[in-house]
């Protein structure tokens, strides 16, 4: 029953993900071997507004995005089964073509780059990006320019955080992708615990004062505070017996901090694909 109410939670209201690579660093931790991220996705509000500026989102890759690396499938039916059941609750990739980006401009804007001082233009005017990280092992930290391009009506122009290690809508074949693609918002980091909180979702077309939607009060919190009482059901144990004892599955996502890998993986071009290395 546990595993039924588990399957329609995640199905239809709120999903956790694994976050794989280093393409939303330092919003989202990612990388081969790390201690990924696990982050709770809202499937609800964009039934009822559509995604706006500065949203982190979980999308399915359009057809001409690429997968950088495919996602290693289990020989037996067996292994493919608990693949499938654990990437339904979080602990393993779930989809090679499911990315997750972050909203720069939306349909009717036009988005551009870079400025004399190495800034996305959206209509015109420069973005107040804050949170850029630039992988000192993919290059030098600077935005390749691009366009101007006019996104179209009901699509969004998606770009990773970590500016210089991420395969995003700049890629040529990838360009804007359709809001009908987007699964939900990302709204909080769940695992591991010692990143647990919410994740920043301010407009970077605004240069807004005061508390952002990181906040506890943020727009969204008490439907992301409701369904982390799922994740008990997920892990198949009781927050406080696996935070106290460590026991059950819980504990094999508590880390010990990764060292300096943990910022992602070498090299121009990951994208964030969630269930597979990007």
């Not at 500016?163 to 918002?185: F, L, M, Q, T, Y």
């Not at 605004?206 to 008490?222: C, D, K, L, Q, W």
Request: glycine share 14%; aromatic share 8%; net charge neutral.
């Amino acid at each position: 029953m546990a595993l039924l109410l588990t399957f329609l939670i995640q199905t239809f209201i709120a999903k956790v993900y694994v976050i794989p690579s280093g393409s939303m660093e330092t919003t989202l931790h990612g990388c081969t071997g790390c201690n990924n991220d696990r982050v709770l996705v809202d499937k609800v509000v964009y039934r009822f507004s559509d995604p706006q500026p500065g949203d982190v989102v979980v999308f399915r890759g359009p057809d001409s995005w690429r997968s950088e690396a495919p996602v290693a499938q289990p020989s037996s039916p067996l292994g493919r089964g608990l693949q499938q059941l654990g990437s339904l609750i979080g602990l393993a990739p779930p989809d090679e073509k499911d990315f997750v980006k972050r909203v720069i401009a939306v349909g009717g804007q036009t988005v551009s780059c870079c400025d004399s001082r190495n800034r996305v233009l959206v209509d015109g005017e420069p973005l107040d990006e804050s949170y850029l990280y630039y992988l000192p092992e993919a290059g030098p930290a600077r935005q390749i320019p691009f366009g101007p391009i006019q996104v179209p009506a009901a699509e969004l122009w998606m770009m990773g955080d970590s500016r210089n290690n991420s395969a995003d809508s700049r890629v040529p074949g990838h360009g804007p992708v359709p809001i009908e693609n987007v699964i939900g918002k990302a709204r909080m980091v769940v695992l591991p615990f010692d990143r647990f909180g919410w994740i920043d979702s301010a407009d970077p077309q605004v240069r807004a004062i005061g508390m952002s939607e990181t906040g506890i009060g943020g727009p969204g919190a008490p439907l992301a505070l409701g369904l982390l009482g799922t994740l008990p059901l997920a892990t198949g144990c009781r927050w406080r017996r696996c935070w106290e004892n460590g026991d059950g599955p819980v504990s094999d996502f508590l880390p010990t901090l990764p060292g300096p890998a943990w910022h992602g993986r070498g090299g121009a071009g990951p994208g964030s694909r969630l269930g597979g290395r990007c």
